[in-house]
């Protein structure tokens, strides 16, 4: 784990952070056929979202979160999304920043609203478990499961009640107290596919 305040290049700590998420995804090294859900900042987004970053830290000053603080602030944030899912409207409200953005979705608040929803509607049984947190200065790249029973239809596929297990990670901002952007997220939407029945094609018939 990098310690607090270590000097590195935090573009390049992320593109390592994540190929390790996808080699992590998958017990294998990374191939071309990956099947995932991903954005991926160019540099010059992440020099924003840095100088976005720097400007944070000089109003947080002393108050920046210590390396405990922000592991203890990412199991809050994600039970609270468990809580979510569930149906707890207003479990994400001191936890995700009025100013929050969202570099996958292009989007603020509302498009993680929106594809929590999305989830919300479409499963029953939902429980997220967080396996790795990893702290760099103000990112956090945290691995985690979701686990979840199909009872309800996604995206045109009629209820299977299947218990459909997949794995996730996303690399987070946070900032006093609040997770305030999502730089990029890989999850296994391949095996997700596969549980659902759903998947086109099966694994030997993939072709180069």
């Known amino acids: 784990m990098y310690e607090e305040g270590a000097v590195v290049d935090q573009w390049l700590l992320a593109e390592v952070l994540r190929n390790r998420a996808t080699e992590l995804l998958l017990d294998v090294p990374i191939y071309p056929l990956l099947v995932v859900f ?112 199909h009872t309800k239809v996604f995206l045109h596929i009629p209820p299977t009640h299947r218990r459909i297990r997949f794995r996730h990670v996303s690399a987070l901002r946070v900032a006093d107290g609040m997770v305030v952007e999502r730089l990029w997220y890989l999850s296994d939407a391949f095996t997700m596919w596969q549980q659902l029945g759903s998947f086109p094609f099966a694994s030997g018939e993939v072709s180069s």
């Open 38 to 149: 991903s954005r991926i900042l160019t540099k010059d987004e992440w020099n924003v979202s840095c100088r976005s970053r720097q400007e944070t830290r000089g109003v947080e000053g002393k108050r920046g979160l210590s390396l405990m603080r922000k592991k203890t602030l990412i199991h809050r944030f994600y039970e609270a999304v468990e809580r979510y899912l569930q149906g707890d409207d207003h479990a994400l409200d001191q936890l995700l920043a009025p100013q929050f953005v969202d570099h996958v979705l292009e989007s603020g608040r509302e498009g993680i609203f929106t594809t929590l929803q999305v989830i919300r509607e479409s499963f029953s049984e939902i429980r997220l478990e967080v396996h790795d947190v990893i702290i760099a200065d103000d990112i956090v790249v945290v691995h985690l499961t979701f686990d979840l029973c």
